[in-house]
């Protein structure tokens, strides 16, 4: 099924439970609060600095634009395939490291 439309009503129930739980957080550790807060908005202004670009970008309708697209998607991708590797390249260039110092 393909849903083309997120209800409004799902939508404020997820907004009350999300600010019972934050209530809930403020009066035993706000501290934690805190940092949620502000990993929070940077996370929606990093977002938002994203989305701005990608906007501009494709408004020029040039093949460059596509270009950079392409190469990013395919360098996030290569990424997210090779990152779960990353403990075996540490285990394996550890005796390499040992020689060389």
Do not use: E, H, N
């Amino acid at each position: 099924m393909f849903v083309s439309k997120i209800s409004l009503w799902g939508a404020a129930i997820v907004a009350c439970i999300v600010l019972v739980a934050m209530m809930a957080l403020a009066f035993f550790d706000k501290q934690m609060l805190r940092r949620m807060l502000v990993i929070f908005g940077a996370t929606v202004a990093q977002m938002a600095v994203v989305v701005a670009v990608v906007w501009v970008v494709y408004q020029t309708y040039a093949w460059w634009a596509y270009l950079l697209w392409f190469l990013l998607v395919l360098f996030l991708s290569i990424c997210w395939c090779l990152f779960p590797l990353q403990a075996m390249w540490r285990k394996m260039l550890r005796p390499v490291a040992r020689r060389c110092s």
